[in-house]
Structure formats: C-alpha cells, structure tokens
C-alpha cells in the first residue's frame, strides 16, 4: 500500500490503508497534545455553499490552534454562485492562500475546483463524499475499541438508514480500516454499487441486510449466502445512522423509511450510536437514543477537530 500522502483530499479513497493509519495515529498524538509539528502563517480558505456548524467550526478552530488563518468564504460573501466561474475563483484563491477545504453542492465541482486550484483542496462535504466526517467516525471507532481492548480492525459497525454521502465515505473508510460493515438501508436508497465496489476491491465485503435489527444483529445476509471468506458476520459493537433528507434534498423520499429508525431497544446491549449530526430527533433516531449512555455522538463530534488538524498537517506540513 502506498506511503505517500495524496496532494488533495476529495475523497476516502485517496488515502491507503497505510496513509490513513498515520493519519488516525496523527489524530490522536493532536488530541493528547503530543504533535509538535504547526503551520504557522498558512492561511486556509474555507468556501462553504451550504450551512454548518461542526465542519466549519472544527476548521477555524483547528487551523488558527495551529498557528494558521482560517478565512471564511461563505455563499454570499464572494462572486462564486453570483456570476463568476469556479474556475476562476479556484485560481485566484489559490494565488493568495495555502490550501482551500470547500463544502459544494456538487462534487463535479469539487473536482473542477481541484482541478484550477495549484494548493490542496480538501471536501468539507458534497452530494457525493463526505470524507473528513469518516476520518473522525474512525477515529472514534477506534477508541470505542480501545476501551475494549480491541484493534480498530476487529470493529464490526452497522450502518442503518440513508445510503448518503456520509455512508458512501464510510464504506470505503471502513475497508481501508478493516472495520466490518454491515448495511441495512430502504428500497432504492441502498449504497450505490460504485462505492460497494470500491469496498471490495479494497478487500472489504460489506454486508446488506434487510432491517436495522438484522445488521445489528449480523449472521446471513439478505439473500442467505454466506460471505466469500466464509466468516459468519458476528454482531455489530455499534450502530451509524444519518438524515433521510440530505441538504439541498426533497422530503418525498420519507415513506420508504419507515422501520429504519433508531432506537433505544435496537441498542440494548451497549452497542454504540454514531451520528455525524445534526439529527432530526423522531426521524432517524429517536431522542432517547440519542441522549442515552449508548450514544458517542459528542465524542464523534469532538473528533472531527484532531482529525482535520492531522489532515492539515499532512497536506501542509513541511
Ligand atoms: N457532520 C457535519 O458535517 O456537520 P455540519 O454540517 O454541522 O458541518
Ligand atoms: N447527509 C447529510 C450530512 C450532513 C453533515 C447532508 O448531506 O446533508
């Protein structure tokens, strides 16, 4: 697997498994205040095209804690979406700063963006990926596992809901990690087969089930093979779920999740609840989940911060 960190972070998948467990062993000496290593006077652009609380925030925090200069790029604070190209404004960004982290509505965009900007381009989220949120939900992974006295390989995770960006990230995240995924996800919402694919080429062998209770529960799959490496799924250590109705989406997808939500009884036995949040509290998830002693959402939250910085550093550091 290859060493060499990628210039851009616009999907998972441009790390290895070796990248990216540097990158989680980076995180953490960052969280322990054991990284040495700053980015003084580099100044990060942060375009933003749609709302957020915890990316945005983890950056600005993360950067300036750094020793570097956040600048805040939101939707009507520059020309881009009010006439000028993204090409454009990809190019002259870059002229004046050290790396853009971008948030678009669409990751053809993202790509473009990359594509004109001579500085490292990091997704922040598009309708597609949503990597800096898997850096931070494997972090967590893996100290859920530590606590267990467990690898972060040895992990089986259930993903529960909306085959979205954020789950699309994750899949290859996972198999990049070793991590076992299991997938419960309504008709015509699945994961789309790229990322499926993009898994098993990696080695990892998602498994779909056909209600939440049977990925957490793990055993055959849906259509009651066995998987090729003849290991019978166990029981997932936690469960992940995320909105039905992604930003910039329409609520007529709700009806065809129903039974997908997550509650309290589908935890019961400790397994852990993961959420990139925000929640929609009686929709995915139910307010008791969320706020039971199951739940490792704020912890999750809090990881994007060390995560990014760790990200930064590889992209910046000297
Ligand atoms: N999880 C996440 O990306 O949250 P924000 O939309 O608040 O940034
Ligand atoms: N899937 C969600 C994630 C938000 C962080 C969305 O794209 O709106």
Redesign the pocket.
Known sequence: TTTTFPTDLLTIDQLSPTTLSRLLDRAAAVKAGEEPARIDDRTVAMVFEK??????TSFEAGVSELGGHPTFLGQDDIHLGHGEPLKDTARALAGYVDAIVARLNSHDDLVEMAEYADVPVVNA?TDEA?PC?TLADLLTLRELAADCGKDLDEVTLAWVGDGNNVARSLVIGCALAGVDLHIATPEGYGVDDDALAGAASLGGEPTCYDSPEAAVAGGERTDGSRSSSDHLPDGADAVYTDVWVSMGESEEKLPAFEGFQVDEELLAGGVKLLH???AERGREVTDGALESENSVVWQQ?GN?KPTQQALLLELLGE
């Open positions: 709302p957020s609380t915890r990316t945005r989220l949503h949120q990139c949040l925000p939250a994007r």
